[in-house]
């Protein structure tokens, strides 16, 4: 029996969500270019498209903000809850047990429905925010109604009202984040519902893995690289230097692209919009140009460009978002893409049962 390490190169299902092509750089959610998507559509339009399979129109699109911004406040018993936690545990692990101790105040039996990913959407970034500003001593700031997802989450982070291009930058970060076809943490929420659990339960599984350093690690070298071309002021010069001396150069190629990567560009086409907002926006599109001409030089035929992460940084310079919320921001986005998957497991379900190899002794 010939075994295949971690399913590599394994097709485990099919799925009409949202197609990966490495070779190419695309990326498709529901039959949309994403590039399309972030250029056109709001986090709530493209989270309906992913849970429903079409774009809302203007009514259905109110109904979704409107119940997204039903499901924001946290329940008592899981601030109580959170409150238990010792100051020293981890923002993932804390959204982790939070979303656990949500099964039991709905009924999230099999099959799961699109209300219940709504429900546990909407819940996350409120998660994030109270578990900041009480490790940090602040008063919670409790959700706005008159925001939208990406909007209120800055706002109960900072409690004040959001610069509109932090604005548009993160939402087009968690538009580009929202889905990434079979990952590991994809995988993990499908196998778990497999078995008929509820959703609650696909996602607890889904939140242990991402929080993983090899699946959802915070990008601290591309800001590590950012701060340092700010204090020297010579991008060329510090982009040189680490090259020569054998360092990797954060932020550039990516495991699956092999040219450039489509969510990188999604984002840069944004920043573009946004030069002159935001110093940190400014120094990114400065350094990926000088770095993809360096880089060409060094490594001749690597074809080594930026990948989400490096514009992903730049962003959270910018909104001042310490690097601990990078890997629960990217949490509250997949949200959508990990529910939405748990909804088309369920519609033609089969248990994941892959088999193993024995290699240990005989007695």
Known sequence: ???????????????????????????????????????????????????FGYLPDPEQLSELKTEMKRNRKLPKNMVDIIDLLPPSMDLMSVIRTAISSEGGNFEYEWEPKISQAIRLTSLVPTIIAYRKRQIEGRLFVQPRDDLDHAANYLYM??????????????????????????????????VTVSTESDMVS???????????????????????????IALVGDAEKVIREKLLHGEKLMGFGHRVY???????????????????????????????EIAIR???????????????????????????????LFTPTFTASRMVGWTAHILEQS???????PQSKYIGALK
């Open 1 to 51: 029996m010939e075994v295949q390490k971690g399913l590599k190169g394994i097709v485990a299902a099919e799925t009409m969500i949202s197609h990966v092509d490495g070779e190419i750089g695309q990326l498709i959610y529901r039959g949309y270019e994403i590039r399309e998507l972030t250029k056109s559509y709001s986090f709530e339009e493209v989270a309906y498209l992913l849970w």
């Open 202 to 228: 696909g996602v607890t599984s889904a939140i242990g893995t991402m929080k993983g350093p090899l699946h959802g690690g915070a990008p601290s070298g591309v800001i590590e690289l950012l701060n340092e």
């Open 294 to 324: 360096v880089l060409s030089v060094l490594k001749p035929g690597r074809s080594l460009y930026t990948n989400v992460e490096f514009y992903a940084a730049a962003i959270m310079k910018a909104i001042n978002m310490d690097t601990d």
């Open 157 to 190: 982070l900072s409690g004040s009202n959001p610069i509109v291009a932090h604005v548009e930058a993160l939402e087009t970060y968690m538009i580009l984040t929202l889905e990434h076809g079979m990952n590991a943490s994809t995988f993990s929420a499908r």
């Open 258 to 288: 092999k040219t450039r990567d489509p969510r990188a560009i999604a984002l840069k086409t944004k920043l573009q919009e946004l030069v002159g907002e935001d110093k940190w926006f400014d120094l990114a599109m400065e350094v990926e």
């Open 347 to 353: 519609e033609n379900n089969s248990i994941f049962r």
